[in-house]
């Protein structure tokens, strides 16, 4: 083991914390040569850190890390396959939409045609009793009024004796009885309004937002397309909230403001997460895998 490093161990993890303000889980890391938790760009900085604040030489750690990340970035490039394009179906998705509004303008059409002919023999039906009332009327001293809203009423006009004694009435109480009944018909055309669904206002969901406290691989999957991308980032991403995600991270050392609320993660490890519904959860390497036909990213 180099001398450097052995000294760098008898100093112990806490005082190098104390000395550099290195997180103390990275020191940690750098001690014992295990850099999963740490990115390239992190080691080479720490590495430069504590060479510089102790004049070590750290070549020896330096060429074990850098042959570290050259391998992972080897398995990196064999996960990351281009995803296969999905065929596209917008053209017979425009025939379908163009099939059903025909179909609306037919159905329409064809409902106000009968509409208009209901409409055009009701007007003949009252024409009919009208013309019926005034031959009753004829045979007996009735006067039939026809008033607003197509209601036809029957007056009884008393006949002076003073004026015509002479003549008497000599209706039957049958005929009576049928002009009655055709005479207190009320015969009218509804149309109905057309009715407007209230529609409920949509729910506000407020976008996914990943804060790094330092520079983060994220890899995030759309669930709808199952499009995946990915991005070094050093500020923010910002996902949209409607939609549902399935996010992998390097590392876990980052904010998430979610509903207004920012929730702190800490974890050197790589962390992954299902986002649907508002709502974010964190999965195993296992439950990630099964939401991911199978596939680690």
Known sequence: MNKDLKKLKTLGAQKIHEDTHIALSYVQSMLHASFEGLTQVQFLGF????????????????????????????????????????????????????????????VSYDYKQETESEKTINNHTIEDVQKKILVKEEKAPLVVVAEQNLTVERVEQNVSSDINSSRETNTSDEENTSIKNVSEKKIAVVEKAPVVEKKEPALQVTPLIIKPRTRVWIGYINRTDHKKRQAIVTKILTLDGNKEWLLALGHGNVNIVLNGNTKRYASPQSIRFLYKNGKLKKLSIAEFKKLNNGRLW
Do not use: C, H, W
């Not at 604040?53 to 074990?64: F, G, I």
């Open 47 to 106: 590495v430069s850190i504590l060479e510089r604040e102790y004049n070590l030489d750290l070549s020896t750690l330096k060429a074990r890390g850098m042959s570290y990340f050259a391998e992972e970035q080897s398995d990196e490039k064999k996960v990351f396959i281009a995803p296969e394009k999905k065929p596209n179906f917008t053209a017979l998705y425009v025939v379908i939409v163009l099939i059903i509004f025909s179909l609306a303008v037919y």
